[in-house]
């Protein structure tokens, strides 16, 4: 049964390290997201990539935030230094366009 | 940029009785697709249901149906004979189909009751 991994599913961190997300898209799917959730601001778009490239991340505080795909099994979304804003739950999602996005669990980020 | 919202952020309904939850979106295409996904307390995010712009007929899926309104950018969820593990966040979501931003709307938090 094909899913979305990511890892790790729960984080802790202390203000200022680096925290790096991991995520594993189904095997195929061309385009790959990364959201993050708050009560507030709801699931905001972070950035996206099609085949691997980058299509648009104007969604991350650039400063702080990065999100690569080094090949077709990995994605990742690195923030550093953290900040308790920061403080969420992140999601990675794949599919294709028109289609399903398979999300994955999310990973729960707390910056104290 | 398109934007999706969601203006009612709680609902509530009776076990066996129908719901509607709103949705409305901003787009300057014309051919895009429409979502409505539930996220349960378990955090996974499962589609419900998906609607082609081009496609006159409102999509169903057994309990749930949508009604679109393509000419008032308007994407309603209705839930008919609600059942207690209906209980869910819903969000509504968009796709151009001349992009890949897949953009969502702040979530409805449903509540059902017996």
């Known amino acids: 049964d094909a899913r979305v991994t990511q890892t790790p599913r729960d984080k802790v961190t202390e203000m200022g390290q680096e925290v790096t997300m991991r995520c594993q898209p189904i095997?195929?799917?061309?385009?790959v997201f990364w959201y993050r959730q708050t009560m507030k601001q709801g699931l905001e778009l972070l950035a996206y990539?099609?085949?691997?490239?980058?299509?648009?991340d104007s969604g991350m505080p650039k400063d702080r935030f990065s999100a690569e795909m080094p090949d077709a099994t990995l994605a990742t979304l690195k923030i550093q230094p953290s900040e308790p804003r920061d403080s969420a739950v992140y999601f990675c999602?794949?599919?294709?366009?028109?289609?399903?996005?398979?999300f994955g669990q999310g990973t729960r980020l707390t910056v104290v | 940029a398109q934007t999706v919202t969601q203006s009612q952020p709680e609902m509530s309904v009776q076990e066996a009785e129908t719901v509607t939850l709103s949705c409305t979106y901003d787009?300057?295409?014309?051919?895009?697709?429409l979502f409505w996904y539930k996220q349960p307390p378990s955090r996974q995010m499962i589609l419900v249901i998906r609607?082609?712009?081009?496609?006159?007929q409102n999509a169903t899926e057994n309990r749930f149906s949508v009604n679109f309104q393509k000419a008032a950018k308007s994407f309603s969820l209705k839930i008919s004979d609600s059942q207690l593990g209906d209980a869910a966040m819903y969000f509504c979501?968009?796709?151009?189909?001349?992009?890949?931003?897949?953009?969502f709307g702040k979530g409805t938090s449903l509540l059902v009751t017996p």
């Open positions: 999602a794949s599919g294709y366009r028109g289609t399903e996005a398979f």
């Open positions: 095997l195929g799917h061309n385009t």
């Open positions: 990539f099609r085949n691997r490239a980058p299509l648009d």
């Open positions: 787009t300057s295409e014309s051919d895009y697709y």
């Open positions: 609607q082609e712009a081009y496609k006159q």
């Open positions: 979501a968009s796709q151009e189909d001349s992009g890949y931003a897949l953009n």
